[in-house]
């Protein structure tokens, strides 16, 4: 029977890549912000493919995806936590209002999906959730204090929460990719990219396609609760 997927930020990147791998045998309904062109452009290439906008960082936003899911289809089988922003700044360069957009974007996001979605999952006694982390949560990122403090907190939920959902057969996990091929590394020189790929015991960056196999993976299992899963071509070995 095909699961029921919510992607959160699946217009581009790698949300658009862990749309198009699982809606090969389930329903995703593809969540976007800004990007509506993408993602009807992702909706046309499955039947599977449901698209829906909504700040993630807005409660009342995340509250009428969920609603949207759970009216249409009945339940929520997955969650995939993946909407996210960077920030490059100087740590001395950060503002109240820097910072504040970045936690309610990238961590808050996920405090409300979470908190939205759980009654149903914990109703169907069922349920998988997968945040997108980063390697700099746990290895730290120069000029992305806000972003590592956000994907660190991210971790911390994921751990916190797997033992708290586990009696009601919820699993969380996180997947922290090290540097992969989207827009978000948009500003990289060709330089840049080259010093990464010899940093990168693989020789390359990663493809979203790459963390879209993960979490497949993680879908499938049954066993797996609390772990952050470095997806990262060995860059943080
Ligand atoms: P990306 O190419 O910049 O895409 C970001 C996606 O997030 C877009 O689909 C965007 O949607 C969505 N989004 C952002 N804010 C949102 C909001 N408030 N509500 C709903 N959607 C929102 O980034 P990416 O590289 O695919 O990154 C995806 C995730 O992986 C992020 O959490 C990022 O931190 C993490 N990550 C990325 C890398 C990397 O090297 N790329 C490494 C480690 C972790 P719209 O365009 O429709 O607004």
């Not at 100087?90 to 957009?101: E, R």
């Amino acid at each position: 029977m095909k699961k029921v997927i919510i992607v959160t930020g699946a217009s581009r990147g790698i949300g658009r890549a862990i749309a198009e791998e699982l809606s090969r045998d389930n329903i995703v309904v593809a969540n976007y912000n800004k990007s509506y062109d993408m993602a009807k452009s992702l909706s046309e290439t499955s039947e599977n493919i449901d698209i829906f906008k909504a700040d993630v960082s807005n409660r009342m936003e995340v509250k009428s995806l969920v609603n949207y899911v759970l009216d249409k289809y009945g339940k929520v089988d997955v969650l995939v936590n993946n909407a996210g922003i960077a920030q490059e700044k100087l740590f001395q360069d950060i503002t109240d209002d820097d910072w504040d957009n970045v936690i309610k974007s990238n961590l808050y996001s996920v405090f409300c999906t979470i908190q939205e979605v759980v009654p149903n999952m914990i109703s169907n006694k069922s349920g998988c959730i997968i945040n997108i982390s980063s390697c700099y949560s746990v290895y730290g990122g120069p000029f992305a204090v806000a972003y590592s403090a956000s994907k660190a907190g991210i971790d911390g939920i994921t751990k916190s929460l797997a033992k708290e959902l586990a009696p009601s057969h919820i699993r969380v996990n996180s997947i922290a990719p090290g540097a992969i091929n989207t827009d978000m590394n948009a500003g990289l020189t060709s330089n840049d990219i080259e010093e990464l790929n010899s940093e990168i015991p693989l020789g390359r960056l990663g493809e979203g396609a790459d963390i879209a196999r993960c979490v497949r993976w993680l879908v499938k299992d049954n066993y797996t609760t609390g772990q952050i899963i470095s997806v990262d071509g060995g860059w943080t070995v």
